[in-house]
């Protein structure tokens, strides 16, 4: 099967933590990737989970782009049997690589560098920047405090219902991707002064 859908930025943790369900999550999203023909875009790295999805998808037969910061290296080894390695010499530059090289984004558990860019490229599409589906999927619940804290927002009118709605979750790796290549980000005009929550 051939999705709508031709790369996808994954974001993720570099540690490969210690529930296996996540683990298999990881997994299971990257042979779908490389079954689908959906090339994986991410971060460059080799260790956790960043290094088992490129690792899944490319035994699987796929396709990987990573894209990482020279001076990175030290700290966050870069896988060097990719596909495409792109070094760049920031993390601004690099997120913006990933942020053009995808269709769509989905992101795994992952600590603070997964949460802001998750963040940013909801923000991003919120304000006209992408137009370019996201979710998150969320093995054994673990979103499920951040998509609470999200509907918290909308009950305080601090964010927009239909803000809200640029997030997709599911827990499924197949349904989540099914769902992201049918979706279309449409922005509504915006007026000078208008309020973007």
Known sequence: MTSELRRVCVFC???PGT?????EATVALGRLLAEREIELVYGGG????????ADTVLEAGGTVTGVIPTGLFSEEVGHQGLTTLEEVDTMHERKSRMYDH???FIALPGGFGTLEELA???TWNQIGLLAKPVGVLDVGG???PLLHLLDTMVDKTILKA?????????PDPGSLLDRLATTTIVHEPKWIGEELT
Not at 46 to 53: E, K, R
Not at 162 to 170: E, K, S, T, V
């Open 120 to 122: 940013e490229v909801l």
């Open 13 to 15: 943790a570099s540690s």
């Open 19 to 23: 529930d296996p369900a996540i683990t």
């Open 102 to 104: 995808a269709d769509a």
């Open 142 to 144: 673990f979103w499920q």
């Open 46 to 53: 080799a260790v956790g989970l960043m290094g088992l999805v």
């Open 162 to 170: 239909q803000n809200r709605g640029l997030l997709l979750d599911d």
